[in-house]
């Protein structure tokens, strides 16, 4: 079955604003006939043209650079014809107007790359790469976008898809034996893969959720009791008075966000209300929000009065439990003769004054360094990934294990449906397996001309 032949699109490629040069760029059966009737002459495939782009009545609209690309040698696949103009906004949507006139349709957000996408030239993890590329706060995240975009990520994604369909032949060539004992029909071999790639898949999830932090930065959320100096302190690390702060207990309600930048690496930071028993029913539910913050979290910083840190760690316990990383910072120092000895097991302490400064410059190190992975074996060879993808691969998770308790009680046919869930959510991050309203998803957040 052939597909339905697309319409030609055009988009201006290049960032609004007046810039150096803008491009123009077209991609569809009709890109080359327009640039002909727009150039005045027939284009050569990767040739380098400078010519005069007309109007309708034949006046000059600019001149510039015209490139084709024919498909599938091109960026989307199709034929594509770039149109690389002087880069004046008013010169750039007659340009677009006038490829319009001659039969083009504007393009939607994304919609290059999901062309790109669904004639192969990328997988969808790849076309998610570009607009991460596009995207990326600094050097390293630019970096890690471009190996996901060279296809890192997805290659160990096709990977254990690949043993997980093997694994999954195997299983259902099983079921087609059913009176034979799962172990003559090389049961034991099949439970050393089936653990070798749960190893993998783990490591895999390891790598993905660095790569969504590289992506997204960090996501520290500031908590402890009320009056403690939290939302001083993020004022202090923004390095303005975004937050109220009062001497009255339970001034914040409201989840605060402020994204700041240290030495050019970016980090997000939330503020909450004070935990403490009690409040009213607005302070409760301020409460409840910093805690559903919390479950998002890789990094608690835990604000206390150094003055009473036992106190203060008894008030927020059990609220960091379950995140990764917890910063202890115990504020107020400047209130303090000398700090009292106190001991928070494995995770560090800093001392700090959000009043007067003292102890900001250890922060400022210390908040960089975790933001920027330090202590990880993210340096080398990390690739960015997203929110998606690390679910998809914790879903696959989920039913290798289920999986493998089907097997281990030989329910072959329960393993098999489980295996093949597990292998569906692999097949989604890379876009072999497309769920209803993936692709609209994904594209529509890339920016227009992409
Ligand atoms: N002017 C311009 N610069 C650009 C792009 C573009 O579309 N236009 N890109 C847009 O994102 C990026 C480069 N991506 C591209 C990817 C593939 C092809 C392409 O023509 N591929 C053919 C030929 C390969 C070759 O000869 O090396 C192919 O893969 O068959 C072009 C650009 C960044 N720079
Ligand atoms: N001396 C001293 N006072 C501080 C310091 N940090 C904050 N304060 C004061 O402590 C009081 C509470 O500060 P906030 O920043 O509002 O405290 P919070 O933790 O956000 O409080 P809630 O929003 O009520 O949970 C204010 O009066 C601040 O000026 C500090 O390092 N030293
Ligand atoms: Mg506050």
Excluded at 146 to 152: H, I, P, S, V
Excluded at 180 to 199: H, N, Q, S, V, Y
Excluded at 275 to 299: F, H, K, Q, T
Excluded at 329 to 354: C, I, M, Q, R, Y
């Amino acid at each position: 079955m052939t597909e339905p032949a697309r319409d030609t699109i055009v988009a201006v490629a290049t960032a609004p604003g007046a810039g150096g040069v803008g491009i123009v760029r077209l991609s569809g059966a009709g890109a080359s006939a327009i640039a002909r009737t727009l150039a005045g002459r027939a284009l050569r495939p990767r040739h380098a043209h400078h010519v005069r782009f007309r109007d309708a009545r034949g006046e000059v609209l600019d001149d510039g650079i015209a490139l084709y690309f024919q498909g599938p040698a091109s960026y989307t696949g199709e034929d594509v014809v770039e149109l690389q103009a002087h880069g004046s906004p008013a010169v750039l949507q007659e340009l677009l107007l006038r490829c319009c006139e001659l039969g083009a349709r504007r393009a939607r957000p994304g919609e290059f790359s999901e062309r790109a996408f669904l004639e192969g030239r990328l997988d969808l993890a790849q076309a998610e790469a570009v607009a991460d590329l596009i995207a990326a706060a600094d050097a390293r995240a630019a970096r890690a976008a471009r190996r996901a975009l060279d296809g890192e990520f997805s290659r160990r994604v096709d990977a254990i898809a690949d043993e997980l369909l093997a694994i999954r032949v195997h299983v259902e060539a099983a079921i087609d034996f059913a009176d034979e004992p799962l172990d003559t029909l090389g049961g034991a071999g099949l439970g050393k893969r089936f653990d070798a790639l749960a190893l993998a898949l783990a490591a895999l999830l390891r790598a993905a959720e660095r790569g969504r932090r590289l992506r997204d930065g960090l996501h520290a959320v500031i908590v402890g009791p009320p009056n403690a100096g939290k939302s001083s302190l993020l004022n202090a690390l923004a390095g303005s008075d975004r937050a109220i702060v009062t001497d009255i207990a339970g001034t914040t309600r409201d989840l605060l966000q402020e994204t700041i930048r240290i030495d050019g690496v970016e980090l997000t930071l939330v503020d909450t209300a004070g935990l403490r028993d009690g409040g009213d029913a607005i302070e409760r539910e301020g409460m409840r929000r910093a805690r559903a913050e919390l479950s998002r979290a890789d990094l608690a910083i835990a604000v206390i009065d150094a003055r009473d840190p036992e106190a203060g760690h008894a008030a927020v316990a059990d609220a960091i439990a379950g995140v990764a990383s917890v910063l202890w910072l115990h504020n107020k120092s400047d209130l303090l003769a000398s700090g009292p000895a106190f001991d928070p097991g494995t995770d560090e302490v800093l001392h700090v004054s959000a009043r007067t400064g003292a102890g900001l410059d250890a922060l400022h190190r210390r908040l960089r360094g975790l933001a920027q992975g330090e202590g990880e074996d993210a340096g080398e060879g990390a690739f960015t990934a997203r929110a998606r993808h690390v679910d998809a691969l914790l879903r696959a998770q989920a039913h290798l294990v289920e999986a493998r308790g089907q097997l281990d009680h030989e329910i072959l046919d329960l393993a098999a449906e489980s295996l093949r869930l597990g292998h569906d959510e692999l097949g989604a991050i890379t876009g072999r397996v497309r769920p209803d309203d993936l692709l609209g998803h994904i594209f529509s957040s890339f920016c227009i001309g992409k």
